[in-house]
């Protein structure tokens, strides 16, 4: 996929889809006004600015729009709708469809890292319908209608066909009966399974979701690499922050210390990272007493056994879970490490024999994204951070933005 066209009806939500295409790559334009797009070979945002007003306007409003303009020069057009099913989806859906001409319409609003799901047609927000929310009482477009079916049959005179949860973990995804589809979705594999199927057909597709959409979009035609972080602090901090991110999906590949110090093999714990990434998951490679603050005090042990002190535990601890990661990246290509601590960055900095790296630019306080210098892994985007600082929440960031381009 070279080109994109999305189609947005407020900014915020344009500028939120828009962002997907930037952070893989994809010089990407917002525009108010359809004279603003050109061929130039970018990626096109037009927010017709339609969410709040009544629904026959906002159809007559992206008719006008959308008028001048060839969207089959594009490789694929979106038509952005609110995560929440706010403003005039059913208008807007049906006017950039009668432009594009659309084979097939696939309609998936979810957005799962924001607990936007949708089950058996019924779209919900954290578990609870649409519906049963305040947002269905909102003052200035209150939502009317959570089931995502429903919506598209308020708007078109044909069959609608729906796609449940159990039909596509099955794999049994066939658009054969209808051109309209609502789909169910609550993660993002749902999501690209979905998109697959569908790319499959060979139809042209308007495909109507949210910023998840466009993400799903592009993972479809060019699969992010997987990003590896790498954890060896005992901080009360970094074990909330890996728990919040296992809690968001994160698969934590535990490293038990106090078995390696034994003489235990640490090739068990390559060759299970390795099949990770190469599945393509993101992963967290911890040492044991990262995720468990007991397993301290069994490396403790285990190092007392050895005749190890405190320190030299601490020391092993970083060594070890270094050379873990460096055979791992020998094995599998990521999209990029995070570190957390400052004795794990140094420790596999030496263990890699790089020179040092080159600061690109700062995440937020006090974490910058930089691409290590010399060594085995030259040129390799890195993200560091003190093992006691940054928010709960600040992991997923991290992996995510690993993945851009």
Known sequence: MN???????????????????????????VVLKPEGVADDGLSYVLDTE???????????KVARLLAGLDLKNFDCVIKKVDSTLRGNIAEEIQETDRVYGSGLVIFMPALPALGRTTKDSVHRLNGVRIGLTELAHDPRKPVLQDNIAGILRSAYDEPVGTLTLAQIRAGEIAFDAARLWACDAETNEDMLAVILAAKKTGKRVLWVGTAAMADALLNADQPALPALAVIASVSEVARKQIRYAESKGLKIQTVDIADII?????????????DALKAGEDLAVVSSASYDRAELDASLEAGAEQGMGRD??????????????ADILDAVKVSGLFLSGGDTAIHFIDAVKATGAEIVFELTVGIPMMRLSGGRFDGLKVITKAGAFGTEEVLP???????EA
């Open 50 to 60: 339609s969410r709040n007003i009544p629904g026959e306007e906002s159809r007559e």
């Open 3 to 29: 080109r994109c066209f999305i189609v947005a009806d407020d900014f915020t939500g344009a500028n939120d889809t828009g962002v997907q295409l930037t952070r893989r790559g994809f010089r990407t334009k």
């Open 262 to 274: 034994r003489g235990g093999d640490c090739s068990f714990y390559v060759k299970r990272a390795v």
């Open 312 to 325: 030299e535990v601490a020391e092993f601890t970083g060594n070890a879970i270094s050379d873990v990661a």
């Open 397 to 403: 960031t991290i992996i995510r933005k690993l993945a």
